[in-house]
């Protein structure tokens, strides 16, 4: 099987997507799978330039060397770009182009085999207010956070409704962006701070939340879709001395995770995490992270359609400890990309043999109808 990698992206996350390129033209070139074969690489730059390169039998080369190669070509081609290489597409990019639903959507219109996903799932998935509010409307199980979705262009509001729920210790976060990114705690909530905030915030993300502090350790999950199969992975505990996660922390390595998790929050979790995918249309897989307090009540944090690929990132680890690489990951998207296909053939010939009542008691189909109307 041919495959064609994109990453990088217009996001705050691009390092870490040139990383996990990096990570995974390593890992391709020293793997002996016949059935995953490099063709093509796709690259777009923060600024917004596409390189592509075609590998004709090449290795994968690592970043540098792919951008001294590769050819320019402008963004509005990908799509057709895509549509003449004519093969599978793995995505890499992380955050905005590639799981905010704007590639999936792109993949979606012109018919672009890959590991895309869904374009309403990944709309979802990207805002971090409507995946809590679904998240825990599906499991009662789960222990909502104290939360208020603060918009930018309706600040008041927001900043009051903050101030009169959450007088403790709080979180703060973007809505949209990934990676812990800009994401702090405060001790004491307070109107400068939130406004010095927001001022921050509004560079790059449209809203943010601000939480009630959860002390308590972190799990993640990971999950796989074989089809209409949800597989949960071995659960991880992410051991972190400071108690807070963020940014710094995870871009220097300030945390270390493990799969010592007892039998009954292994359990608890996978469970959760297996509905939440189902339901929010995973396309092969995902991570969702969650923090324990001490009366054991779970609390959702987030769902990553795309998490960390990197040698040293969560999901990687996961894999191996289940004894799958990302050969099998790529596989397995490419396979549950056919059956999608198949049945979005099935659907589209049904919907074009709906036929719609036009002009008093006649009934044409679809097209007749839209002809007359023009």
């Known amino acids: 099987m041919q495959v064609a990698l994109i990453y990088g992206g217009r996001s705050v996350e691009h390092d870490w997507s040139i990383a996990i390129y990096n990570h995974f033209a390593e890992v391709l070139n020293n793997a002996r799978d016949p059935d995953v074969s490099p063709a093509f690489v796709y690259y777009i730059s923060r600024t917004g330039d596409l390189l592509r390169l075609a590998l004709e039998g090449d290795r994968l080369p690592k970043h540098p060397e792919f951008?001294?190669?590769?050819?320019?070509?402008a963004l509005v081609s990908l799509a057709q770009l895509l549509i003449s290489d004519g093969v599978f597409v793995f995505s890499l990019l992380q955050g905005q182009d590639g799981e905010d639903g704007q590639i999936q959507a792109l993949a979606q219109f012109y018919d672009i085999p890959g590991s895309f996903g869904d374009?309403?799932?990944?709309?979802?998935?990207?805002?971090?207010?409507?995946?809590g509010v679904v998240a825990n409307r599906l499991c009662p199980e789960l222990t909502p956070i104290p939360t208020v979705h603060v918009v930018q262009r309706n600040l008041e509001p927001g900043f009051a409704e903050a101030l009169r729920r959450l007088a403790g210790p709080c979180v703060l976060k973007p809505n949209t962006l990934g990676g812990s990114f800009l994401t702090e705690y405060t001790d004491e909530l307070s109107e400068d701070r939130l406004r010095s905030y927001c001022e921050r915030v509004a560079l790059h993300d449209h809203s943010f939340l601000v939480q009630e502090r959860i002390v308590g350790t972190e799990y993640t999950c990971g999950v796989l879709i074989d089809r209409h199969e949800v597989m949960a992975l071995p659960v991880a505990r992410i051991n972190n001395p400071s108690g807070f996660l963020s940014?710094?922390?995870?871009?220097?390595?300030?945390?270390?995770?493990?799969?010592?998790?007892?039998?009954?929050?292994q359990t608890r979790l996978s469970s959760i995490s297996k509905r939440i995918a189902r339901e929010f249309r995973v396309h092969t897989f995902g991570r969702l992270d969650f923090i324990i307090d001490e009366q054991q009540r779970i609390h959702f944090l987030e769902l990553n359609l795309i998490p960390g690929l990197t040698a040293e990132a969560i999901f990687p680890k996961m894999l191996t400890k289940?004894?799958?690489?990302?050969?099998?990951?790529?596989r397995l998207a490419a396979a549950?990309?056919?059956?999608?296909?198949r049945r979005e053939e099935i659907r589209k010939i049904e919907a074009s043999r709906i036929r719609v009542p036009w002009r008093g008691s006649t009934v044409v189909d679809a097209e007749t109808a839209f002809k007359q109307s023009s």
Do not use: P, W
Request: one cysteine or more.
């Open 322 to 330: 289940a004894g799958l690489d990302l050969c099998h990951l790529i």
């Open 336 to 341: 549950n990309e056919m059956g999608e296909r």
């Open 67 to 73: 951008t001294a190669r590769a050819e320019t070509h």
């Open 247 to 265: 940014y710094d922390q995870k871009t220097k390595k300030g945390y270390s995770v493990d799969f010592h998790v007892e039998g009954t929050v």
């Open 119 to 131: 374009k309403i799932a990944a709309m979802l998935a990207t805002d971090k207010y409507l995946q």
